[in-house]
């Protein structure tokens, strides 16, 4: 059973058109839920941390929150600029520092 | 800071050769990562440093990967000897302190075995 999932595989937005990706996680004792952008050929870009069920963060135009089983990032009128995999990795206690990640959830905003 | 730094950026290797990919993280940062990244199994974590000791390699795949980090600045990843199945992009991150701050990601090395 995966640790991480993150749905949809793939997402295609009109510019403006705003919506949710899902990260829902199975691990006991999180340690911390993070979100990290990537755009093709490059390294994972981190976005954010959620430490605890109700926490909520904001960069632009990306909003995640946090529940004790899944995570939301919202992307609210979202622009051509925003396409990229959106990736989600989990932290937990026992976990030996292993930081898993979710496959991702490729977001594409057409204009 | 230039960021974490991977060379190189690709490689394509004939199977049976030895590959070795490098990472310098970023200054200060004291946990390095390697990871890989494929399209069927997508990031997976190999080995993770602390303060350049081994502190998890359950997900080095099996004995012909190894990994040293001599300093604090700098790591390398070895692949020996070299299979098909092992194309894949290589990352490298780091971080300060462990895993609850994140981590900085190099560009990676894509790698591929003929």
């Known amino acids: 059973e995966d640790q991480v999932t993150q749905s949809p595989e793939a997402l295609r937005l009109q510019e403006g058109e705003s919506s949710s990706l899902n990260c829902s996680y199975t691990?006991?004792?999180?340690?911390?839920l993070f979100w990290y952008r990537q755009d093709p050929g490059k390294g994972p870009e981190f976005l954010f941390t959620?430490?605890?069920a109700g926490e909520e963060k904001e960069k632009e135009r990306l909003k995640a929150t946090l529940t004790k089983k899944e995570s939301f990032l919202h992307i609210t009128a979202p622009k051509p600029e925003d396409s990229a995999t959106y990736l989600c990795?989990?932290?937990?206690?026992?976990?030996?520092?292993?930081?898993?990640f979710g496959k991702g959830t490729k977001l594409t905003v057409n204009p | 800071d230039a960021g974490v730094i991977q060379s190189p950026r690709h490689e394509v290797t004939e199977m049976g050769q030895e590959v070795t990919l490098r990472c310098k993280p970023i200054?200060?940062?004291?946990?390095l990562f390697w990871y890989r990244q494929t399209m069927m199994r997508g990031l997976e974590l190999l080995i993770y440093?602390?303060?350049?000791?081994?502190?998890?390699d359950s997900g080095m795949p099996e004995d012909r990967f190894s990994a040293k980090m001599p300093n604090a600045s700098f790591s390398t990843l070895k692949i020996q000897p070299s299979e098909p199945r092992d194309s894949a992009v290589y990352f490298c991150?780091?971080?300060?302190?462990?895993?609850?701050?994140?981590?900085?990601f190099g560009q990676g090395t894509r790698l591929t075995v003929v």
């Open positions: 991150a780091s971080s300060f302190v462990g895993l609850n701050t994140e981590a900085f």
């Open positions: 691990v006991s004792g999180l340690r911390g």
């Open positions: 959620l430490y605890s």
């Open positions: 990795a989990v932290a937990w206690q026992g976990g030996s520092e292993k930081l898993v």
């Open positions: 200054s200060g940062h004291n946990s």
């Open positions: 440093f602390n303060n350049n000791v081994p502190i998890d």
